[in-house]
């Protein structure tokens, strides 16, 4: 199943299991295998509930189709568009649905040098392709090709020659880990520098109660507001 209504602009987004499940997935991996005749696609996901299974879906149908698979892991959807930029697979695919409600699953997918799949109009036939009511009959590989790849190292390196480091003076910050990966990215970004990271909602989001960070929202600031204030942060940063 897959309802038209997970289509946006710019990605897929809808409620996992209402508007879209694992066939339609598999659907969406054909349409996106006939429309760009893929060799190469980089997968990351987001902590979400859905998310994991959603990737490990996409590995297994792109892999099955002989396309080789960049399985990266657990990434922010900055590094996906860096991925995309620098390494540059066919199409690069971030499984998240950002700050929406916690039973939502999602997608980000980009072509190389970050530019967005546009499924209202320069790319709507996979959309025309992935709503049609049988899956297309692609030929199956024996070989699969599964490469584990960690984008860490190359987005850190990438990210600080845009900087200068010297200039950077020793600071105390709260980071506001929106109950997603941006935390565990932080620390990694920040490792060597003058900084002193405290983290808050670093854990998962609270798929059950639906909980999850959305720094647009005032009222999702406050704690890292007050935290700043009670710890005398130079400065804090709130994430989705």
């Known amino acids: ?133 049988k899956r297309l009959n692609i030929k199956l590989k024996k070989d699969k090709r599964i490469v584990r790849r960690d984008p860490y190292d190359d987005f850190r390196a990438k990210v600080l020659s845009l900087i200068d480091l010297k200039a950077i003076k020793p600071l105390r910050v709260i980071v506001d880990g929106g109950g997603g990966i941006a935390g565990k990215t932080v620390l990694k970004l920040a490792d060597g520098l003058p900084l002193k990271i405290s983290l808050i909602n670093y854990d998962p989001i609270n798929q059950a109660s639906g909980q999850i960070g959305n720094p647009l929202l005032p009222a999702a600031l406050k704690e890292l507001s007050q935290k700043v204030v009670a710890k005398q942060a130079d400065f804090g940063a709130g994430f989705d």
Request: hydrophobic share 40%.
């Open 1 to 133: 199943m897959i309802k038209s209504s997970v289509f946006r602009a710019n990605d897929i987004r809808g409620v996992w299991g209402q508007e879209w499940d694992e066939l339609g997935v598999r659907k969406l991996a054909d349409a996106l295998f006939l429309e760009f005749g893929l060799k190469t696609v980089a997968i990351g996901q987001d902590l979400r509930a859905c998310s994991k299974k959603i990737a490990q879906i996409l590995i297994d149908q792109f892999s099955a189709y002989g396309v080789e698979v960049w399985d990266l892991g657990e990434i922010t959807s900055d590094i996906s568009y860096f991925v995309s930029s620098f390494w540059q697979p066919d199409i690069t695919i971030m499984v998240t649905a950002s700050h929406n409600p916690g039973g939502y699953g999602g997608l980000k997918i980009s072509l190389p040098k970050s530019e967005i799949v546009d499924f209202n109009n320069k790319h709507k036939r996979v959309k025309t392709i992935a709503l049609g009511e």
